[in-house]
């Protein structure tokens, strides 16, 4: 009779620890699949983040090269403006030479008619 009520009370450990092993089981089961869904949720975000961080970058760089196109365009009207102003500036040194001539001529005509009066 002990050894029944032995083997009974065995048969109750058992028992009771096949059913923590299966709740056990159950619960890393569940934790199982939760690191999945997250592992997978983490996977989303590092995609999203790449796409996000690619498509930043793409638009710098469209914002970087419109820039360079300005500076370039830029430049250009600048050198145009620089060759405008040289010429300006010799067509200005052309005029300041004939103003120089045609006022020496003018004295000389003026001198050569007051000399012509002064005879006459």
Do not use: W
């Amino acid at each position: 009779q002990i050894s029944e009520q032995k083997n009974k009370i065995l048969n109750n450990v058992l028992e009771k620890l096949q059913k923590d092993l299966h709740n056990l089981q159950d619960e890393y089961a569940k934790l199982n699949d939760e690191k999945s869904a997250v592992e997978s949720q983490i996977v989303e975000l590092k995609r999203r983040f790449q796409q996000a961080k690619d498509e930043y970058i793409e638009e710098m760089e469209e914002k970087l090269e419109g820039k360079e196109d300005m500076n370039k365009n830029a430049l250009r009207a600048l050198e145009q403006s620089e060759k405008k102003i040289v010429s300006f500036t010799k067509h200005i040194s052309y005029l300041r030479d004939e103003s120089l001539s045609l006022k020496e001529a003018l004295q000389i005509l003026t001198t050569a008619h007051l000399e012509v009066g002064i005879q006459l």
